[in-house]
């Protein structure tokens, strides 16, 4: 395994709950008003310090969606996930 890369944010950040690393920017926030199994979530234009999981196919309230979970590269905690594709034909 290969060095850690670490990117150090300025300004108002959001970082990993576990470990402290600096995720994303306050600036970079486009929605608020997601929901998800554990409550509220937040919808990011650009964040960091993240590795990207497998892809699969998630039945959401909005429908079928194809998702990959994404994880701190600090502690590999699952800070949340990103869209691959949503909705319409995610075959």
Known sequence: MGRLFVVTLE???YSCKHCKTHLALYEDIVSKSFRCRHGKAYLFNNVANVTVGEKEERAMMTGLHIVADIFCVGCGSI?????VRAGGDCA
């Open 11 to 13: 300004g108002k950040i």
């Open 79 to 83: 800070v949340g996930w990103k869209y």
